[in-house]
């Protein structure tokens, strides 16, 4: 099958197409997209429960991890203020773990943009393919319209004023033939007339869910990013309430991290298996919401020279049609003008109504080429199978790095605030604050001594 214009499927695609896939009894499934299927789904599942997989071995990690640190941390005797050994490499691993998230949250944007500019790509392709139908549609029913009002009135009106000379009528009634044989097949090239399937309502359902998911991947690298600098705030400041609230924060932001991943895993091994060959899906999908035949589907989806063009027949007899009407009028206006000159009129109307006939059947021609809607087929293809997958993989390098130094923090966090020294509840209130104990113990002495 010939490849549209410009899209070739990438490295990343055949790598991700290759990796093996099985369903929930682990058989082997084939790498051909079929979402459909029920093994397929549930191979896709089960990338996507690797993420979870990942979470619960990263909490049970973290766990036991926190729970060997609070319970088998040696007693340090009352009074010492000597930090413990490896206190500042526990502070600073956290602090790197944050700055590599903070990394990550940067190739998460980057990601996040890519992904959107890919569906935007393929809502513009289909726009524009939705228009080009369109125009097509616009232009038969405006050219069987224009023809069937010349046959009910200048044809009409020609026979009335010819009707003393039989062969004048006789060219005339030829003319009406065929005009009405240029509408009858100029009426089958509306080939997408009364179809079910809207390129225009496919785009804007595209472009819904492309902005929910948009927002929600900002809110979410938003997220991290307050988690990460509140934490490496808290850390500067040794502020134990601020460093707890958001431990608690990034155990959160971890289980998001790794949802994302499972998502954007399967959604990734998913479009590289479409992008690897998409022509097959495609053309039977089309064919199942629209009732096309195959014949055109794979003219304008395929454009190679193996195919040929369905409309091909009807645009030369339509091309021959208007040709014979050309000539006839011409010999009438040679004709019958000079006899009857109340002819003219008629002749002249018509003549206007065949030049934009002509004018519109030589778009018709240009837009029915394969060549306009193939081109848009490719641009989607290269938007879905080029930027957007670039821009997942990108999202699932930051899930990845994410869930690696979140973890990493969970882990440090606690350490990290349980060198902290110790705070004074009283540090900050006034000296000559009669509600301070320090205060009121100082003006009790004061009494006794009165």
Known sequence: MGAP??????????????????????????????????????????VAALAGLGLGLSLIFIAVYLIRFCCCRPPEPPGSKIPSPGGGCVTWSCIVALLAGCTGIGIGFYGNSETSDGVSQ???????????????????????????????????TLEEVLEPRTELVAATRGARRQAEAVAQQLQG?????????????????????????????????LLELLVCLFTLLGLAKQSKWLVIVMTVMSLLVLVLSWGSMGLEAATAVGLSDF???????????????????????????????????PFQQRLTLSQRALA????????????????????????????????????????????????????????????????????????????????GALATALCSLPRAWALFPPSDDYDDTDDDDPFNPQESKRFVQWQSSI
């Open 5 to 46: 214009p410009g899209y070739r499927p990438s490295a990343w695609v055949h790598l991700l197409h290759q990796l093996p896939r099985a369903d929930f009894q682990l058989r082997p499934v084939p790498s051909v997209f079929a979402p459909q299927e029920q093994e397929y789904q549930q191979a896709l599942l089960l």
């Open 122 to 156: 393929l809502s513009s392709a289909l726009l524009h393919a939705n228009h080009t139908l369109s125009t097509i549609d616009h232009l038969v029913l405006e050219t069987v319209e224009r023809l069937g009002e010349a046959v009910r009135t200048e044809l009409t």
């Open 189 to 221: 090239l509306a080939f997408w007339q009364g179809v079910p399937l809207s390129p225009l309502q496919v785009a804007e359902n595209v472009s819904f869910v492309e902005e929910y998911r948009w927002l929600a991947y900002v809110l979410l690298l």
């Open 275 to 309: 992008c690897s060959n998409p022509d097959p899906y495609v053309l039977n999908l089309t064919q199942e919401e629209t009732g096309l035949s195959s014949d055109i589907l794979s003219y304008y989806f395929l454009c190679n020279q193996a195919v040929s063009n």
């Open 324 to 403: 014979n009407i050309h000539s006839q009028l011409l010999g009438l206006e040679r004709e019958a003008v000079p006899q009857f000159p109340s002819a003219q009129k008629p002749l002249l109307s018509l003549e206007e109504t065949l030049n934009v006939t002509e004018g519109n059947f030589h778009q018709l021609v240009a837009l029915l080429h394969c060549r306009g809607l193939h081109k848009d087929y490719g641009a989607a293809l290269r938007g879905l199978c080029e930027d957007a997958l670039e821009g997942l993989l990108f999202l699932l390098l930051f899930s990845l790095l994410s869930a």
